[in-house]
């Protein structure tokens, strides 16, 4: 009796975990279904893998070296959930890559993309400007 309540309240945390902002959701990626090989996903679908959130690109069932941080063509890490924090810099890929206005810590220095798509380090050839903070 008990395991059949349990099954329903994960349902429950699940179906709720959907609505979720992105902002919201990278607080609490367990909340979301572990990536895992012969799964279906569909398109804007969040799976987290590693402790890491991660939208789906392109609806597939997964295969076993398709992992999230393996397949960028399917997943994108979700890099800047929440505008009002700055997060540490992330290697991004083509498709989840920094856009105008967005800012990153990196070595020790704030740093605001120049450029939407940015997929470079920051300071590199006028894509990133340096921020001071206040």
């Known amino acids: 009796m008990k395991l059949n309540k349990a099954i329903r309240l994960r349902a429950a945390i699940l179906e709720a975990s959907e609505s979720l902002s992105d902002a919201d959701a990278i607080g609490v990626p367990e909340l979301f279904k572990s990536w895992k090989p012969g799964q279906q ?3 804007g679908e969040r799976v987290q893998d590693k402790g890491i959130l ?8 997964s295969q076993a070296d398709w992992a999230p941080d393996a397949a960028p063509s399917l997943f994108a890490r979700v890099l800047i959930p929440d505008p009002d924090v700055i997060p540490e810099w992330v290697q991004p890929d083509s498709t989840n ?3 105008k206005g967005d800012r990153v ?3 020790g220095k704030i740093w605001e993309s120049t450029v939407d798509n940015n997929v470079w380090v920051p300071g590199t050839g006028g894509l990133w400007v ?3 903070e206040g």
């Open 97 to 99: 890559p920094y856009m």
């Open 41 to 43: 996903y569909a398109v």
């Open 54 to 61: 991660y939208k789906v690109l392109i609806a597939h069932t």
């Open 130 to 132: 340096e921020v001071t």
């Open 105 to 107: 810590r990196y070595n």
